[in-house]
């Protein structure tokens, strides 16, 4: 098996983009990472409560703030290395369950 080598990713300037857009095409663009945003706020929200619950509740307001600071690291991240520009990053609720059920476990464990 020969490996290849790696072609480096097509390079897209956030700055050259944001100036080739129009009045029209920035507001609707300013409308959509507001709705998205918002959107991450509730999904983030509810995943920390998912985690946060139980035992840990009363951890919940600082679970909260990490959560969403962690998507505010992951959605800054992803948009400024991303070589596609229309890109969202969101923390899966997958992983943010099974972390409940971890939590959940090790809370037990320390009141027992």
Same mark, same amino acid.
Do not use: C, W
């Given at each position: 098996?020969?490996? @290849?080598? *790696?072609?480096?990713?097509? &390079?897209?300037? #956030?700055?050259?983009? =944001?100036?080739?857009?129009? !009045?029209?095409? %920035? ?18 929200? @509810?995943? *920390?409560?998912?985690?946060? &619950?139980?035992? #840990?509740?009363?951890g =919940?307001?600082?679970?909260? !703030?990490?959560f %969403? ?22 923390g ?5 369950? #099974? ?10 464990? %320390?009141?027992?």
């Amino acid at each position: 098996m020969s490996s @290849s080598p *790696a072609r480096p990713l097509p &390079s897209i300037s #956030l700055i050259s983009s =944001l100036k080739n857009l129009s !009045g029209k095409e %920035l507001a609707s663009s300013l409308v959509a990472g507001v709705v998205v945003g918002i959107l991450v706020i509730f999904v983030e929200v @509810s995943l *920390a409560a998912m985690v946060f &619950s139980g035992n #840990l509740e009363h951890g =919940l307001p600082q679970g909260i !703030g990490l959560f %969403l600071v962690g998507a505010l690291i992951l959605g800054l991240y992803t948009t400024i290395t991303s070589s596609i520009v229309p890109v969202i990053a969101l923390g899966q609720d997958s992983p943010a369950a #099974l972390l409940a059920v971890i939590a959940a476990a090790i809370a037990a464990t %320390l009141t027992a």
